[in-house]
């Protein structure tokens, strides 16, 4: 049985850190390209931040690029969202996803999906 479990979230004040985990089972993890997604109610769901199965290559949106860095270890079949300098508009519930073929920023091209850790962040 796939899945994925993120973990980490919470309330965090303005200029904060938070480190996001999501742990894989069910599925061969090194094969697969990772990625973070967030959404706020009433939007749709937005690319974060991906990486390659090797974790060589990694791919951020523009509003997190430079305050977030996304990671991974193919041994512990997790993978990782350290974030930074965090604004109130990076409050949102946060998924972690797989995909086969490569990452992307399309949420549709992922196969699994979490169920998400809410991040809040208070001024």
């Known amino acids: 049985q796939v899945q994925l479990v993120e973990s980490g979230g919470g309330l965090v004040q303005v200029g904060g850190s938070l480190r996001l985990s999501c742990a894989a089972s069910g599925f061969t993890f090194s094969n697969y390209a990772m990625a973070w997604f967030r959404q706020d109610p009433e939007k749709e769901r937005e690319f974060v931040a991906g990486i390659d199965w090797s974790g060589r290559t990694t791919d951020y949106a523009d509003t997190v690029k430079g305050r977030f860095t996304i990671a991974r270890d193919n041994y512990k079949n997790a993978v990782y969202l350290e974030m930074n300098s965090l604004k109130p508009e990076d409050t949102a519930v946060y998924y972690c996803?797989?995909?086969?073929?490569?990452?992307?920023?399309?949420?549709?091209?992922?196969?699994?999906w979490g169920r998400g850790t809410r991040v809040t962040v208070s001024t």
């Open positions: 996803a797989a995909d086969y073929f490569g990452s992307t920023t399309r949420a549709d091209e992922y196969d699994f």
